[in-house]
């Protein structure tokens, strides 16, 4: 059975900085697009970063150039790393395989002013 499995959420100041992570397991992860995206109180999920079985990587415009959507393919691991963050990016983060509709749990990121 597929599991995602999210964690390193928690309360951050703002321009401070947050790695979350997403343990894979039941899937062939080294083949499998994996995304993260978030969720804020009262607004629709959104995609934050993206990246493909080959590491091409894309991002929402909101977080370019402040966070780095990377996978260790080794430890079936899929990572995001958060610089500068802003109270807007306060939301549930979750990682997902969309094309299979495998989603984790989520991890919640607090970022305050």
């Known amino acids: 059975q597929v599991q995602l499995v999210e964690s390193g959420g928690g309360l951050v100041q703002a321009g401070g900085s947050l790695r979350v992570s997403c343990a894979a397991s039941?899937?062939?992860?080294?083949?499998?697009?994996m995304g993260w995206y978030r969720q804020a109180p009262g607004k629709e999920r959104e995609l934050v970063a993206a990246i493909n079985s080959g590491g091409s990587t894309s991002y929402a415009d909101s977080v370019k150039g402040r966070f780095t959507i990377s996978r260790a393919n080794a430890k079936n691991t899929l990572y995001l790393q958060m610089n500068s963050l802003k109270a807007e990016d306060t939301a549930m983060y979750y990682c997902?395989?969309?094309?299979?509709?495998?989603w984790g749990q989520g991890t919640l990121v607090t970022v305050s002013e």
């Open positions: 039941g899937i062939i992860f080294s083949i499998n697009p």
């Open positions: 997902a395989e969309p094309e299979r509709g495998y």
